[in-house]
């Protein structure tokens, strides 16, 4: 079935360190999003990404989607202890409208201070 | 996210019991979805449901049921056929983001303990 690969899956970092994680789909997707969970925490969703190669930037955290849509990667710059937690990046469910998500291990961050 | 309550935060039940968790939503979203989240791991989709009254199985539905009486409301129980109870339960509703495909808000969620 469909899927979502995330690496890695744990990363320990200095505090002022880059960190990045990519994610790996089997199909071509629609969209990709990205979420967030502090630890003892719940998801929250950061963004979405939709067209063929597209960037976005919210302040320290740069996305990327692929070329062929089937991969995605966020790079946080000079890391900080508030970006501790656990980063997924769930696809939609197949074709349907459901909002059905399927969601990876995500990759879990570590900051160092 | 605001707009999501669940309750309790901690529950703790013995084993053989069947428990009931809240989850309620004043985002006036038609969609819901429980997960389930053990240590280290992602999230698995247990129920979900698109409107009032109607409800489906997700990926790991066994041991687990749910209502959708209300808009606001999707309770889930956890009953004694669950062989694995302990985890992080966590609520969801969605809504259509205007560049297509579906956001999720999450609850708190519930920390399940079965002794």
């Known amino acids: 079935g469909q899927q979502v690969m995330q690496i890695p899956q744990y990363q320990h970092v200095q505090e002022g360190e880059d960190f990045t994680t990519y994610c790996n789909s089997s199909?071509?997707?629609?969209?990709i999003q990205w979420y967030k969970q502090r630890p003892g925490g719940h998801p929250v969703f950061l963004i979405q990404?939709?067209?063929?190669?597209e960037v976005k930037k919210q302040k320290r955290l740069t996305f990327q989607f692929g070329e062929a849509k089937k991969n995605s990667s966020l790079h946080i710059t000079a890391t900080q202890t508030t970006d501790v937690g656990t980063y997924f990046c769930?696809?939609?469910?197949?074709?349907?409208?459901?909002?059905?998500?399927?969601f990876g291990q995500g990759t879990t961050l570590q900051v160092k201070p | 996210d605001g707009g999501i309550t669940q309750s309790p935060k901690y529950l703790f039940r013995k084993e053989g019991q069947n428990v009931t968790l809240s989850c309620e939503q004043n985002?006036?979203?038609?969609?819901m979805y429980w997960y389930r989240q053990d240590p280290g791991q992602g999230l698995r989709l247990i129920y979900y449901?698109?409107?009032?009254?109607?409800?489906q199985k997700g990926d790991i539905a066994e041991g687990y049921s749910v209502s959708r009486e209300k808009k606001e409301s999707f309770p889930l129980t956890v009953t004694s056929a669950q062989k694995n109870p302990t985890a992080f339960y966590l609520c969801?509703?969605?809504?259509?983001?205007?560049?297509?495909?579906?956001?999720?808000?999450f609850g708190p969620g519930t920390r399940l303990t079965v002794l």
């Open positions: 990404l939709v067209k063929s190669g």
């Open positions: 985002l006036n979203h038609d969609a």
């Open positions: 769930p696809v939609p469910h197949g074709s349907s409208n459901t909002g059905k998500l399927i």
């Open positions: 199909t071509t997707l629609s969209n």
């Open positions: 969801a509703s969605s809504m259509i983001l205007t560049s297509g495909g579906m956001r999720q808000f």
């Open positions: 449901s698109q409107i009032v009254n109607d409800f």
